[in-house]
């Protein structure tokens, strides 16, 4: 015949059940939240957006997208900036460096 777990035991189960419920739920509002802030920008900035959650400085780096797409600006290439636009940078870590005009 098999054992009836204690009443502490089936307590602490329903606990970790509620823990693991509650951090569930957290992530996926921060997953939601991200999204939201993502879809906010135009195409173009959405790719970029996306690549600031792998960042270490998120907030920086999505100011600096925000930035971007507010001047019409595009991510610096390998040979520098075009003729007639300038290079531009937040002053923090994690921020993109763009061309403007």
């Known amino acids: 015949m098999p054992?009836?777990?204690p009443a502490v035991s089936i307590v602490i189960l329903i606990l970790l059940s509620l823990v693991g419920i509650g951090v569930g739920i957290n992530n996926y509002n921060a997953y939601q939240s991200?999204?939201?802030i993502i879809h906010?920008?135009?195409?173009y900035y959405q790719g970029l957006a996306k690549q600031c959650y792998k960042s270490d400085s998120t907030n920086c780096c999505l100011s600096s997208v925000s930035n971007m797409?507010?001047?019409k600006a595009i991510l610096i290439p390998e040979t520098g900036c075009p003729t007639g636009m300038t290079q531009n940078i937040l002053r923090?870590?994690?921020s993109?460096?763009?061309?403007?005009?």
């Open 3 to 5: 054992r009836a777990l």
């Open 34 to 36: 991200q999204q939201r």
């Open 40 to 43: 906010a920008f135009s195409p």
């Open 69 to 71: 797409e507010a001047k």
């Open 92 to 94: 923090c870590m994690g």
């Open 96 to 101: 993109y460096t763009w061309c403007e005009k």
